[in-house]
T-cell receptor
Framework: KNEVEQSPQNLTAQEGEFITINCSYSVGISALHWLQQHPGGGIVSLFMLSSGKKKHGRLIATINIQEKHSSLHITASHPRDSAVYICAANTGNQFYFGTGTSLTVIP | GAVVSQHPSWVICKSGTSVKIECRSLDFQATTMFWYRQFPKQSLMLMATSNEGSKATYEQGVEKDKFLINHASLTLSTLTVTSAHPEDSSFYIC????????????FGPGTRLTVL
């Protein structure tokens, strides 16, 4: 069993839809990261969370430490949001990466 | 936020040659840099952890003589793929830890290596 599980693996949405990507982890963490990987491969760090909720523009990330669960939400999705979203659990010594959620937003 | 750059962003080389990839922290001092590899459709896999001024620590299964890592300064780490083979073709990503920021890592944009 992987230390970090993401769902869904693939997601197709119509432009404007509200999107949720889920991440469950089994290790003790100092922080939980959400990363965005564009089709060309480049990675952008979206959020680092240790508790509660963070918001950047149309992106919202939440974490429930007790349940070991985090969600990434995208409001009013846009085709440019199409990418792979990766959840990563940071134990302080090591990162454990999820396999990613491939999001395609159709105009 | 902190910025990490990688150079080159992509490289194509012939089998048997060596390729050097640079990872730089542009606006902070990185005491620790991490090198990851990603094969198509797979997750990121940690290859090694390098601390400035000391030898890198390699993950199990990663050949240290094949993937040479040097972290000679607080802003630069290099990964050299020696005697590259087609199976080394992959996406190589570095990340850096800011001395002042604690556990947060900042990721570079990655380098796509294709070995012919």
């Amino acid at each position: 069993k992987n230390e970090v599980e993401q769902s869904p693996q693939n997601l197709t949405a119509q432009e404007g839809e509200f999107i949720t990507i889920n991440c469950s982890y089994s290790v003790g963490i100092s922080a939980l990261h959400w990363l965005q990987q564009h089709p060309g491969g480049g990675i952008v760090s979206l959020f680092m969370l240790s508790s509660g909720k963070k918001k950047h523009g149309r992106l919202i990330a939440t974490i429930n430490i007790q349940e070991k669960h985090s969600s990434l939400h995208i409001t009013a999705s846009h085709p440019r949001d199409s990418a792979v979203y990766i959840c990563a659990a940071n134990t302080g010594n090591q990162f454990y990466f999820g396999t990613g959620t491939s999001l395609t937003v159709i105009p | 936020g902190a910025v990490v750059s990688q150079h080159p962003s992509w490289v194509i080389c012939k089998s048997g040659t060596s390729v050097k990839i640079e990872c730089r922290s542009l606006d902070f001092q990185a005491t620790t840099m991490f090198w990851y590899r990603q094969f198509p459709k797979q997750s990121l896999m940690l290859m090694a952890t390098s601390n400035e001024g000391s030898k890198a620590t390699y993950e199990q299964g990663v050949e240290k003589d094949k993937f040479l890592i040097n972290h000679a300064s607080l802003t630069l780490s290099t990964l050299t793929v020696t005697s590259a083979h087609p199976e080394d073709s992959s996406f190589y990503i570095c990340s850096a830890r800011d001395l002042l920021a604690g556990v947060e890592q900042f990721f570079g944009p990655g380098t796509r290596l294709t070995v012919l």
